[in-house]
Nanobody, 120 residues
Framework: QVEVVEYGGALVQPGGSLRLSCVAS????????MGWYRQAPGKERELVAR???????YYADYAKGRFTFSRDNDKNMATLQMNRLKPEDTAIYSC??????????????WGQGTQVTVSS
């Protein structure tokens, strides 16, 4: 099984920055992709940024130029550096991991999420 844990969410003022981290652990054989999603109150979950096995990072339009996704393959970790935050960035941010384990093929795993609130 794979456990995904996110941390780093907080209350921040507009224009501020936050760094979210995600760590995957368990009987992981290989991680195929890692990504960040967010869900604001009353809205559907949406993709923020994602990096697959090709190495290319996909960013949602609203994230381009403000958010930076990075992945540490050795630590099974992904980070999301968020700059120039806006009130509309307020949401629960969740990490999504696609991984194969010692006992199963590719599975889709999610963390519990971390709250980001942008407000003055």
């Amino acid at each position: 099984q794979v456990e995904v844990v996110e941390y780093g969410g907080a209350l921040v003022q507009p224009g501020g920055s936050l760094r979210l981290s995600c760590v995957a652990s368990g009987s992981i054989r290989s991680i195929h992709f890692m990504g960040w999603y967010r869900q604001a109150p009353g809205k559907e979950r949406e993709l923020v940024a994602r990096k697959g096995s090709s190495g290319t990072v996909y960013y949602a339009d609203y994230a381009k130029g403000r958010f930076t996704f990075s992945r540490d393959n050795d630590k099974n970790m992904a980070t999301l550096q968020m700059n120039r935050l806006k009130p509309e960035d307020t949401a629960i941010y969740s990490c999504n991991v696609g991984a194969s384990t010692t006992t199963s093929r590719l599975g889709d795993y999610w963390g519990q999420g971390t709250q980001v609130t942008v407000s003055s």
